[in-house]
């Protein structure tokens, strides 16, 4: 079983590039369904969630490939929908985002029920009355959902809760329906502008993406195009934490100030300070002393929920008393048992964590128990005393690229071995 190892105790120095934003590149992907013609994604992350949907539409009859530079060009013109894989379907949440673009395109489709995961439920209710919204039929049985429309009509779509993946799904579903679509109260995410930015390139008339009410006029079809998707913002701050929590100063290449605002400023507030060198470039200087700080997951531009393993990690650290409140996912505290086996003194109480800053954790055997718990613990363990073992890595796999050469290239002592 691979495990990363981190032996406590180094400074980091130097800087790091960051990779393109997985939660842009995985919608990105799905969304060149819409159109026939080439898509070229370029400097698309090579994550395992972008290999389980690569071989998705592989299994459909799609061409996808990587070519020499690290693009990955894709072409969707011979798609077939009955040999859409309910195993990697199952394997990966995102993967329900094909129903959009696939009722779009074809005026059908019938896809596995996705599963929960470690942090939630997952439902997708808001995607569905949406779908229902737009004139779909759905009909619900054998863990399989399916979705019939003759042609989708534009209308008005409030969601009650501003999902990201709903407001996707239901974003690619639009751009080619009859009519005028909006949806209030939609997620406002980067990456959502991201994805409407992507689909305009393609000849779409989507407005108003980030802002929550999204505006979206029909078209009849959407050209090929090459694309380069935004930074990745939640590997961005995993990485500014990292700086705040070895007390380090280090350079991170790929930081958007805006799109980072939310974790910037919490972290400012527990004493990093922050220098914009140009744009996309900061410098992150962790060197100063810490404050506790209470934190509030919300949905953007509230503090991001996957940000929030990551900064619980810093503030177990930090002298003084600390309040997490997670309202995004009913289960995101998975890592504090792994963090209170490190040594660290947190209690949990429904969806909020009383954190009380120890003066160091001790390096152990832990697991990832979700994407961002498991950089959670390469952090605590560039801290802990002694080594720490980290194993269920296909979590961390899933959602950053070469991690450990990353965090190597600023001085940790982190290597992968196979045990
Ligand atoms: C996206 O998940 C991200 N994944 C998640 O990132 C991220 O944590 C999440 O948005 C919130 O920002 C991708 O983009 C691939 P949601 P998604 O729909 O779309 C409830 C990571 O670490 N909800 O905004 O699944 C749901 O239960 C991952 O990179 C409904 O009630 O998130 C949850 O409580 C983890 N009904 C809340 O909304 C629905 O129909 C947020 O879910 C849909 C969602």
């Known amino acids: 079983m691979e495990k990363i190892i981190v032996e406590g105790g180094n400074k980091l120095n130097g800087e790091v590039n960051i990779s393109l934003a997985k939660n842009s590149v995985l919608p990105i992907i799905v969304a060149s369904i819409l159109s026939p ?3 070229i994604i370029n400097n698309a992350p090579i994550l395992e969630d972008v290999v389980v949907l690569s071989d998705l539409l592989t299994g459909m009859d799609c061409e996808i490939k990587n070519d020499s530079n690290g693009n990955l060009k894709i072409n969707t013109s011979n798609i077939k929908e009955s040999n859409m894989n309910s195993e990697l379907i199952r394997k990966m949440r995102a ?12 005026g059908k489709c019938k896809i596995s029920m996705p599963g929960g995961c470690n942090i939630g439920s997952r439902p ?16 619900i049985g054998h863990g399989f959902v399916e979705a019939k429309a003759k042609k989708l009509k534009g209308n008005r779509i409030y969601l009650d ?10 974003l ?3 751009v080619l329906a009859e009519g005028t679509t ?3 109260n939609a997620a406002e995410e980067p990456e959502i502008w991201d994805l409407a930015n992507f689909l305009n390139s393609m000849g779409a008339k989507v407005t108003g993406a980030g802002v929550g009410k999204i505006t979206i006029e029909g078209v009849d079809s959407l050209k090929g195009i090459s694309y380069t998707p935004i930074y990745d913002r939640v590997e961005a701050g995993t990485f500014m934490v990292a700086a705040a929590i070895t007390n380090s100063k280090i350079t991170i290449n790929g930081a958007n100030e805006e799109q980072l605002r939310p974790t910037i400023e919490k972290l400012k507030e527990c004493g990093v300070k922050f220098e914009n060198i140009k744009e996309n470039v900061m410098l992150v200087d962790g060197t100063g002393t810490k404050n506790s700080v ?5 949905p953007y531009p509230g503090f991001p929920t996957d940000m929030q393993a990551q900064m619980m990690t810093l ?20 890592h504090v048992a792994e963090l209170v086996r490190m040594g660290a003194n947190i209690k949990i109480d429904g969806r909020t964590a009383i954190i009380e800053g120890v003066e160091s954790l001790t390096g152990c055997e832990v697991k990832a128990t979700d994407l961002r718990a498991g950089a959670a613990m390469i952090l605590a363990g560039l801290v802990a005393q002694g080594k720490t073992e980290i194993s269920d890595l296909y979590h961390i796999d899933r959602g950053y690229v070469d991690i450990e050469e990353k965090f190597r290239g600023l001085g940790a002592n982190i290597y992968r071995v196979d045990k």
């Open 95 to 106: 993967s329900f985002l094909i129903m959009g673009p696939m009722l779009s395109r074809f």
């Open 294 to 298: 209470d934190i509030k997951t919300l």
């Open 124 to 139: 997708i209710d808001l995607h569905l009355k949406g779908f229902k919204l737009l004139g779909a039929e759905i009909e």
């Open 172 to 174: 690619m579903a639009s």
């Open 37 to 39: 013609n080439d898509i």
């Open 161 to 170: 809760f501003p999902s990201v993946g709903a407001t996707e799904n239901l």
């Open 315 to 334: 503030l177990a650290v930090t002298k003084g008393s600390s309040i997490i409140t997670e309202t995004v996912f009913e289960n995101r505290f998975m």
């Open 182 to 184: 909006i949806i209030e």
